[in-house]
């Protein structure tokens, strides 16, 4: 027979633990996870659950107090912190509530930028670049700076770059928590069809029903452990996104 298939990523036992004076507060406690390739996963649970430090530890953006976080099989936490910059920069890409694009660089330098940290060729990651602003709907917003942009425009860039190196998950931390609800079911709708298009894994932490109801699977995080979620509502249809690209505002 043949043997099981590697998950893409695993989170084994894993705890995080912050010490406040004298008391020692457990967000995670042996918590499990496993995340196939192409997966779409919403992690749903009360604020202060745990929720973004999770998507942190499976990100490597900060490290656990106990177990491991596994991609293809190999625990993340081995690395050296550059080693975990660069496994993040060519392998993960993050989508947060809060866009944290750098003001003083256009939209096409924002998305520009993961390849060019990457070394890649320059010309190759502007092409890449342009493509993927195309695809989000700012074509004719490229050389303008965040500020210049709609909360909803930012939030797109944002996602450009989460996609400018092909990552094989991506980690989405409350995407559409700062959004208008037609803003927000579009930056929704997007990234749904990424992950589609591209066979992303996609993993969102998140507090919209509907956000929740449109991913494969709910897990409800609580009391610092993982469990699947009966009370997700049904998913509702998506309404297709129009051609124009600045319906976001």
């Known amino acids: 027979m043949p043997g099981r298939m590697t998950p893409l ?3 084994v036992r894993l705890d995080k633990r912050y010490v406040d004076g004298p008391a020692v507060v457990r967000v995670l406690e042996e918590l499990d ?19 973004s430090t999770l998507l942190h530890l499976l990100g490597g953006l900060d490290r656990p107090s106990g177990g491991h976080v596994l991609f293809d099989g190999d625990d993340i936490f081995t690395r050296t912190d550059a080693e975990l910059a660069a496994f993040r920069n060519r392998t993960l890409g993050f989508v947060f509530q809060f866009h944290h694009l750098l003001g003083d660089f256009t939209a096409l330098e924002n998305v520009m930028l993961p390849g060019l940290i990457a070394r ?42 989460a996609l400018s190196l092909r990552p094989r998950l ?30 992303s894994a996609l993993v969102v932490a998140t507090h919209n029903p509907r956000l929740a109801a449109a991913m494969g699977r709910t897990l409800r995080l609580a009391h610092g452990r993982l469990s699947d979620d009966r009370q997700a509502p049904p998913a509702a249809p998506l309404a297709r996104r129009g051609s124009g690209g600045g319906g976001a505002s």
């Open 9 to 11: 990523v695993e989170a």
């Open 170 to 199: 991506i980690l989405a931390d409350e995407p559409t928590g700062n959004l208008d609800p037609t803003t927000g079911e579009e930056v929704q709708e997007l990234l749904l069809e990424l992950n589609h298009e591209q066979g």
């Open 120 to 161: 890649q060729p320059a010309a190759a990651v502007r092409a890449r670049a342009l493509s993927l602003l195309e695809r989000v709907g700012l074509q004719e917003r490229l050389v303008h700076r965040p500020a210049e942009l709609s909360g909803g425009e930012q939030q797109r860039v944002a996602v450009a770059r």
């Open 33 to 51: 996870l496993t995340v196939g390739a192409g997966d779409r996963i919403a992690i749903v649970g009360d604020s202060g659950v745990g929720k």
